[in-house]
């Protein structure tokens, strides 16, 4: 049985640990304890499952934030199913993160990152429609990286074809940080290939006739 006073100490000590360090070892071990001392904080749940996630311990993650969820008020579940669609999405598991980035972004004060996180998901799960339509809100929401929202409208272009549209999102996510590199990589997978397609283009005219 620990007493008030080192209790108190206890959840003093992961304060400063999370202001400091963010979600992350340090804060872990003090919430794992935490957490068997007072069962019922939906924060401290929360802060554990966040820091577990952020140290690649995705199953015991989800069942923390799960039991966060359960606790928590239903105004504060949104910022709870985002940490849970994190860790579906680290675990590969894309359509189990499209259903908690789905409850997230019902809140209508969801931060735009979130629904930057949802767009890269559902690019991944090849739904560009859907995806494009959570980077314009994104971009109406604010709280956002924009060369991420760049990048990640750029990969949706090439995905259909328009190589110079994606080639311009990219330059200027570029604009943005000349050392992004996903913006380069991506620069690079599409060289040549407007040349490439009006060649195809041409030549398959001519097959036609």
């Not at 003090?30 to 401290?44: C, E, I, N, S």
């Not at 849970?84 to 735009?112: I, N, Y």
């Not at 990286?145 to 760049?150: H, K, P, Q």
Request: include cysteine.
């Amino acid at each position: 049985m620990v007493n008030p006073e080192d209790e108190a100490e206890l959840r003093r000590r992961a304060k400063e640990s999370l202001d400091a360090f963010g979600p992350g070892a340090a804060t872990l071990e003090f919430l794992q304890l935490l957490v068997r001392l007072d069962t019922h904080k939906a924060t401290d749940w929360f802060n554990y499952g966040d820091s577990l996630r952020s140290v690649g311990r995705l199953v015991d993650a989800e069942r923390a934030l799960l039991t966060a969820r359960e606790l928590a008020p239903e105004k504060r579940r949104s910022t709870v199913d985002s940490r849970l669609a994190m860790v579906a999405s680290r675990k590969g598991a894309p359509q189990d993160a499209e259903h908690w980035f789905q409850l997230a972004t019902e809140d209508q004060e969801c931060p735009g990152w979130v629904w930057v996180l949802r767009a890269i998901n559902l690019i991944d799960m090849e739904a560009m429609q859907l995806a494009r339509e959570c980077l314009k809100t994104a971009r109406d929401r604010g709280n956002v990286d924009m060369d991420e929202v760049l990048l990640n409208e750029a990969l949706i272009e090439r995905h259909a074809g328009n190589y110079e549209v994606a080639a311009a999102k990219a330059r200027r996510a570029l604009d943005i940080d000349k050392n992004y590199q996903p913006a380069r990589q991506l620069l690079e997978s599409i060289q040549g290939a407007t040349e490439a397609t009006a060649f195809v283009t041409v030549l398959e005219g001519e097959i036609a006739r």
